[in-house]
């Protein structure tokens, strides 16, 4: 793609340092440490400097990333690693379209020079900017950057279910580019093939082990990456340099070919008691035991809850079985995860997750439940409950029990 950069860039990315824990160490997201790590030259382009503001208002961060972005109209790359963000970035743009535009024009007292350097708009763009007020469902990337060559983003597990609604809003020849296996425990992988999307393990920083899916036995014999198959799906464990042991990942990802001899691989999804729906990554565990001290404040407990994550909707949905259950409930959820997981709080502050939703099922739900489980093959004496979930996974239809 020889015209990638013949534009500007818009990363938007965490940051190298989000905070420090109690004893000082630093910690922050990979994909901050990635735009630090980037050439010299595709920075200079960049039009946001670490990844963007760091306000903790998320409305200010969305105007700040989104006024300069429209000031340029030669944008050519967007890069980002869920592809929510990018619609999340769109929805702000649509919504705060005319506050945007008084910015631009130097009208507004919001805070444009929280970013590292000014970048002015042209007479001749806030024009056509301003040409377009009133048309909200025109304001998509391939009205407002028709120079765009490539959307690098993840394409691979629940962000695949958000790839065709992005491309609709894409101009025709715009290429969405897979990032790669990113996590903050490491670099999984590098995009050799743009074209196609091939990703090779980062073999030289990093030392692989994978176990087949179907394998669950304790003792199970590790394959490394000269056994791997194409078309089988494994578990990951890493050893990094930076001091993880043998560290399980709880990924799994699918082998899709090879680079010569070295498979390409991609990810395909959390592994279990984990949904991921935007980079939050909440644990069954969190589910659980927030879902316990909530109803144990108001003297309440239920035996039977699940935890369902919509990748469509971005939203999570309680489905708790209690005769009566307190109007609070979903606030005070939602405050318990936000304290035991940080990223579900920034999420959920930053509107990339919607609220939780809370469904009050019927008594008898449970039961219902493990009969459906047992009908489609669970064998009943090992019947175990799995709080978390996908929407998309989940074969019961919890809505008809509502009460």
Known sequence: MPVIYDGSVLVISGHTIEGRLPGGTPFGSMSGLMFDCLPGAIRRKSLLRGGGPVESDYRQRYLNIAVRALADPTLSVLATPNPSTILKLLAVIRSEFPTLLEML????????????????????????????????????????????????????????????????????????????????????????????????????????????????APGAKLLLLHHLQAGRKYAVMVTTR??????????????????????????????????????????????????????????????????????????????????????????????????????????RASGRLQPIRVLQVRPGTGDAYRQHCVSKGQREAQFKLIRLQYVHECTFDFWQYGS
């Open 105 to 216: 024009a130097g009208k507004s007292q919001s805070d444009v020079d929280s970013l590292s350097r000014p970048y002015p708009v042209s007479s001749a763009r806030l024009s056509q900017l301003q040409a377009l007020v009133g048309h909200a469902a025109r304001l998509d990337c391939a009205t407002l950057w028709p120079n765009l060559q490539a959307v690098v983003t993840w394409t691979g597990g629940n962000c695949a279910m958000l790839i065709a609604g992005l491309r609709a809003l894409l101009p025709p020849r715009t290429r969405v580019i897979e990032m790669g296996y990113l996590s903050s425990e490491c670099l999984g992988t590098v995009n050799v093939d743009v074209l196609n999307n091939r990703c090779v393990p980062t073999l030289d920083e990093n030392f692989f082990e994978f176990a087949e899916v179907e394998d669950e």
């Open 242 to 347: 930076n001091g993880l042991y043998r560290y399980a990942m709880n990924d799994i990802v699918e082998v899709t070919g090879f680079f010569n001899r070295t498979p390409t691989i991609r990810f395909l999804q959390k592994g279990k008691g984990v949904t991921n729906i935007t980079g939050e990554k909440l644990y069954e565990h969190q589910v659980t035991e927030a879902v316990a001290q909530v109803l144990n404040v108001h003297g309440m407990n239920s035996e039977f809850f699940v935890m369902l994550a919509d990748v469509e909707e971005l939203r999570y949905t309680l489905c708790v079985e209690h005769a009566a259950l307190p109007v609070e409930l979903e606030r005070q959820l939602e405050e318990r995860l936000s304290a035991m997981n940080i990223e579900f709080k920034a999420k």
